[in-house]
């Protein structure tokens, strides 16, 4: 139960961690949803994550074109902005921004190929995180943050078929 509860915590951090990386590849975040993240990056493959591999670069191949996503805060204001399935990482950045309109709006997360929530309690406090669905997300989210705070904005970000 415990290395169990390790992999999850370590598959949730790396899964932020790529969430908020300029621009998370489609191996990356794939391995990550496996729950093969850590051992990925650390190039140490093996057993179960080896299949997965072997299963990440099929999928890799046939969703090759990306869908870039952003979340932007007003941590001022509240606003909020949102952008998905932008070819770049710059263009979801661009768009999450303008979307949001206070001067102080900027990206709080980025993803590719998942969906991200922000949660805040409207007094300064909020998270970000992502996940494999808008409901991964959500739940999250308000699990960082904290019992009195609320889902401000969400959005999935999947390859264009």
């Not at 990925?40 to 996503?69: I, K, L, P």
């Not at 952003?70 to 952008?83: F, I, N, V």
């Not at 102080?104 to 909020?126: E, P, Q, T």
């Amino acid at each position: 139960m415990r290395n169990r509860l390790w992999s999850l915590l370590l598959g949730m951090v790396a899964l932020i961690v790529t969430a908020n990386a300029a621009r998370a590849d489609c191996m990356d975040s794939c391995m990550i949803r496996k729950w093969c993240g850590t051992q990925y990056e650390s190039g140490e493959v093996s057993g179960y994550c080896e299949t997965m591999q072997s299963d990440c670069q099929a999928y890799c191949q046939r969703h090759s074109s990306a869908a870039f996503g952003a979340l932007a805060y007003s941590p001022k204001t509240g606003q909020t902005g949102w952008a998905a399935s932008y070819d770049t990482q710059d263009a979801a950045d661009q768009k999450a921004v303008s979307g949001c309109g206070a001067d102080d709006c900027g990206v709080v997360i980025r993803f590719n190929d998942a969906c991200a929530a922000l949660a805040a309690n409207g007094n300064g406090r909020y998270a970000t995180r992502a996940g494999s669905s808008q409901m991964d997300a959500e739940g999250l989210a308000l699990e960082a943050c904290g019992g009195d705070c609320r889902i401000q904005v969400w959005s999935c970000s999947f390859p264009k078929n």
